[in-house]
């Protein structure tokens, strides 16, 4: 199963959740995390909380003391960009408004230069 994530904090979230599942399986306690890294625990409690995200390097050091792959943790997270209102909005309309709207855009330009 793909999830899709529209922000970076919702992605932060998830790997941080993901993250906490897989060292509460292997019976690791946060401190033990955090000596790991060589961090405090407190920082290292951000990082599942998802409220600050991770060097790559401290990630790898993650996955190799939790025994799993980066796949693991990120292999079906898609992180795309918001979806703009106002061209959501355009895309429901018919075609015969969406040419009255580029017209005038157009118009609109025009006048501008």
Do not use: H, W
């Not at 799993?68 to 979806?83: C, H, M, Q």
């Not at 703009?84 to 040419?99: A, G, P, V």
């Amino acid at each position: 199963m793909v999830i899709i994530l529209k922000k970076i904090e919702e992605l932060n979230i998830t790997i941080g959740k993901r993250i906490k599942e897989y060292r509460e399986l292997n019976k690791i306690t946060q401190e033990d995390m955090a000596k790991e890294l060589d961090v405090v625990p407190n920082q290292y409690g951000r990082i599942e909380r998802g409220e600050n995200s991770c060097t790559i390097a401290n990630f790898v050091k993650i996955c190799n003391i939790l025994k799993i792959s980066s796949d693991d943790i990120i292999g079906n997270l898609i992180l795309t960009k918001p979806e703009n209102n106002i061209c959501s909005e355009f895309e429901k309309l018919t075609l015969d408004d969406k040419l009255s709207v580029a017209k005038y855009i157009a118009f609109l330009l025009s006048n501008y230069e």
